[in-house]
């Protein structure tokens, strides 16, 4: 049987950032992100009688180590889930997104391998235990089920029959923009894996930045369904810093910030101070998103494009969730 899904990558306004289990990837702390119109993996999954182990080509290549071994063990997952341990399939993966480059490729990657995969080996799972099974492949994954703005429930059962996540506004809810400035498409020196675990365990500011989430979280929801711009991207914004500062704390320390992302917060920091309201966010990488409003698309854009070390910037909106194709 074939199967092929098409899912968008998205971005944490509150961020997922450390492991309560790492074998089922389990979070220390809800999270919030926004689903993405402009990036975006499709797959496609068949499962062949002929096959004796899974063949993955990623952007028209195949793949072996690290990449193919997350698959593999993913795929694993969905025939226990089937009953059909000995049935291996070729997938095909496209993405439009720079991979490991802190734009949560595989977020999307493991979203649409998800939907593909469970409907090619014959299941037929809801949204919620779609986004469950999702989670175990990659955690920011299970919010790239659906469009707009969704919640990721950090749960409290071992298990993780309680840890998915549930949409809080649809992609029609808000149109506000996303600016996505390209600073680099170099995987990158820590991954975000190793990066969390090593910020967990050794970070002295880890505890405090697990203890704002909460108050955050329920800020910025009601921002969301107010449509309260300040709100939210202020939120947003201090929620990023708070959680690269546990990265400076962590030993040894590391940081995901090149000297042109410093340059772009400043620069957004410069227009707010001018009038335009902007804000930035960063996930694990060096690339920044900056949040704005229609209005203001030409300026905050022309500002972004004349930075040195800019290699390019995407606008983009809120997204749908996963769809087959």
Not at 91 to 99: F, K, R
Not at 151 to 159: F, L, N, Q, R, S
Not at 197 to 223: E, F, N
Request: proline share 4%; with cysteine; aromatic share 8%.
């Amino acid at each position: 049987m074939k199967a092929a899904a098409k899912a968008h990558t998205n971005i944490a306004l509150i961020k997922y950032w450390g492991k309560r289990d790492d074998a089922l990837i389990l979070p220390m702390n809800n999270s919030l992100s926004l689903t993405l119109d402009g990036f975006y993996t499709t797959t496609a999954v068949e499962f062949q009688n002929s096959l004796s182990a899974d063949r993955f080509y990623l952007n028209g290549r195949l793949t072996e180590g690290t990449a193919y071994s997350r698959v593999t063990a993913f795929l694993d997952r969905i025939r226990d889930v089937a009953g059909q341990p000995d049935r291996f399939a070729e997938i095909h993966s496209t993405n439009h997104v720079p991979t490991a480059a802190g734009f949560a490729s595989s977020a999307s990657g493991f979203a649409a391998l998800a939907a593909a995969a469970t409907k090619a080996i014959g299941l037929a799972p809801n949204e919620q235990e779609l986004s469950m099974l999702t989670r175990q492949g990659s955690g920011s994954a299970c919010r790239s089920i659906y469009g707009g703005f969704v919640e990721w429930e950090k749960g409290t059962e071992a298990d993780g029959s309680d840890s998915y996540a549930v949409p809080v506004a649809p992609a029609d809810h808000w149109n506000i923009k996303v600016a996505a400035v390209i600073l680099s498409s170099d995987e990158k020196k820590v991954l975000s894996r190793e990066g969390m675990k090593r910020t967990v365990d050794t970070s002295v500011y880890y505890p405090a930045w697990v203890a704002s989430i909460p108050d955050d979280l329920a800020a910025i929801k009601d921002g969301i369904m107010a449509k309260d711009f300040e709100k939210v991207g202020a939120i947003a914004e201090a929620n990023c810093l708070r959680m690269h500062a546990t990265t400076l704390a962590a030993r040894p320390p590391f940081s995901y910030w090149q000297s042109t992302t410093i340059s772009i917060m400043q620069a957004v920091q410069d227009l707010r101070a001018g009038g335009v309201p902007a804000f930035f966010t960063i996930d694990a990488g060096p690339n920044v998103k900056v949040l704005y409003t229609p209005e203001y698309e030409e300026t905050v854009r022309n500002t972004l494009r004349h930075i040195s070390g800019v290699h390019d910037v995407t606008v983009t909106g809120p997204g749908s969730g996963v769809s087959y194709i």
